[in-house]
């Protein structure tokens, strides 16, 4: 019981590190710069105005939305560490962060759904975020002092394999 277990919260890394891995960083950021940059062009704005514009409106949503976990996530820390109930949590904002990244098919190249897939995104981002925090709270009942460390390692690492392997696929699939 104990492995599957550990092998359980370790995919769970595996299963959301593409969300970090292609969203936020190679493939839906650069997407939304691209997109907000010819959406703020046409408004008007110089091409360099407007990738500014782009990168900072990203930047600002981001910022925001790690602010928000950066004040809450320590409630929902102590909160996650106190309870026994964590799975109905991660359940819960598994959904949200799934749900709102599905949103994100509405980004169009002409811009018209921008304000709301930035919104979208930030949302996915929180609630990704909030997952993680009952996921982590689970670690310490895996396994002793000694092991802890080795567990929460390779779940890192197979986190990090997991977003290799959506980007390698995301490359096959553009080329």
């Known amino acids: 019981m104990d492995r599957k277990r550990i092998w359980g919260w370790m995919a769970f890394d595996w299963a959301t590190q593409p969300f970090y891995t292609l969203g936020l960083t190679f493939i839906f950021g650069p997407y939304f710069a691209s997109v907000a940059t010819e959406h703020f062009a046409s408004l008007g704005a110089t091409p360099e105005a407007a990738d500014a514009r782009a ?7 981001q910022t925001l939305a790690g602010l928000f976990i950066a004040f809450t996530g320590p409630v929902l820390g102590a909160y996650a560490d106190s309870t ?3 799975m109905p949590w991660i359940v819960l904002f598994s959904a949200v962060y799934v749900v709102a990244t599905a949103t994100l098919w509405w980004m169009t190249p002409d811009g018209a759904a921008l304000w709301f897939c930035l919104y979208a995104f930030a949302l996915a981002f929180v609630a990704a975020e909030f997952a993680l925090i009952f996921v982590n709270a689970q670690l310490p009942s895996l396994g002793g002092q000694e092991a802890i460390g080795k ?3 390779t779940g890192a690492s197979v986190g990090y394999w997991g977003g290799v392997l959506s980007l390698a696929i995301m490359l096959l699939v553009f080329f």
Do not use: L, M, V
């Open 151 to 153: 567990i929460s390692g």
């Open 55 to 61: 990168q900072s409106t990203w930047a600002f949503a």
């Open 84 to 86: 026994g109930r964590r």
